[in-house]
């Protein structure tokens, strides 16, 4: 029996750290946009090169597993150097695979970082977008939690078969969309939506998925959705957990970011972690805050993940200040 088996992509992430590059802001109407910028025609000497796996559901698998909790892992993999590095690299994290891999070549991004520690990603999804229903071993998912990233084309219509056996089977679902899923529209993810337990996403997501741009409207729309559980975060500004009754919100502590790279995966599944444990609201929101804190402040996505007891101490030290009301 598992604790959580993770669905989801797998990368390599190659994060290329470059001295001469620059954030540059520019003002539409629509707002601000910032872009990250390398001289034209120049070639730019790369003082750093870190290859490491990537991709929500490895990243979700190990945090879960560092975490203690016994963790599988479904997706697809491909062949090749590259897929072979994303097995070993998993094996290494004790982190059990539950996937074929399949024809084609693996998931890859390449993490661009500014002097800012600013990032932008280039991803190119190579088989994640392929996982079948026939790829998945159904009789192997004997676990208490399912936790659904992202995916798109065959894979999401697969990822909507997951659901439902998690429903017919009495398993919890954690469900964290990305801003391509979002854009759907909720009735486009109301198959998951519908049998979700907890619902992490982020308030551009919120915003896009709800068709709201109000906190209280959105956070309210997606629980009517199914999502029995909302948490919605927002960078540096405020969260907020929704329950159905209460809005608990608070204001992050403030870290020195390095690389942002994983931060959201390591907050939806520590969450989750804390749910597991059954811990309180305000608990689940520190330990969550305590495991994005170390990823922010350290390149990569899962090199800094913390174990259970470091967590659980950090989370300690954490200070914040929680309120909650109705939501009317």
Not at 6 to 32: M, N, Q, Y
Not at 134 to 145: A, E, F, I, Q
Not at 187 to 203: C, F, G, H, M, W
Not at 213 to 225: P, Y
Request: one cysteine or more; a positive charge; charged letters at 20%.
């Amino acid at each position: 029996m598992y604790d959580v088996i993770t669905v989801g992509s797998a990368t390599l992430d190659v994060f290329a750290h470059a001295k001469f590059s620059e954030t540059i802001r520019i003002t539409e109407p629509k707002g601000e946009t910032s872009l990250l910028a390398f001289p034209l025609g120049a070639k730019i000497i790369i003082e750093d090169l870190d290859f490491t796996v990537g991709g929500g559901g490895t990243n979700t698998a190990v945090a879960f597993s560092r975490m203690g909790f016994k963790a599988g892992f479904v997706g697809r993999l491909g062949k090749g150097t590259n897929s072979e590095f994303i097995h070993h690299g998993l094996e290494n994290e004790k982190v059990d695979l539950l996937c074929a891999h399949g024809e084609g070549l693996a998931g890859y991004s390449v993490i661009l970082d500014s002097m800012e520690h600013e990032r932008t990603i280039l991803t190119y999804k190579g088989v994640n977008d392929h996982l079948l229903n026939s790829d998945v071993p159904y009789n192997k998912l004997k676990t208490r939690w399912v936790y659904l990233s992202a995916m798109m084309g065959d894979s999401f219509e697969t990822i909507k078969q997951i659901a439902a056996f998690t429903e017919r089977k009495g398993i919890s679902l954690a469900f964290n969309p990305s801003l391509y899923l979002a854009e759907k529209g909720i009735s486009y993810l109301a198959p998951i939506l519908a049998r979700t337990e907890l619902l992490v996403l982020n308030k551009e997501e919120a915003f896009c998925l709800s068709k709201k741009n109000d906190i209280g409207e959105a956070l309210k729309k997606l629980h009517a959705a199914g999502a029995k559980m909302v948490v919605l975060t927002d960078g540096k500004n405020p969260l907020y957990v929704f329950d159905g009754i209460l809005r608990y919100t608070c204001i992050p502590p403030q870290v020195k970011v390095v690389d942002a790279t994983g931060a959201g995966d390591a907050f939806a599944a520590t969450f989750m972690a804390g749910l597991i444990l059954k811990k309180s609201i305000e608990e689940c929101v520190k330990m969550a805050l305590a495991n994005t804190a170390s990823v922010l402040q350290h390149h990569g996505a899962k090199n800094i993940l913390l174990g259970r007891s470091q967590l659980l101490k950090a989370a300690q030290r954490i200070k914040i200040k929680l309120t909650k009301a109705p939501l009317r």
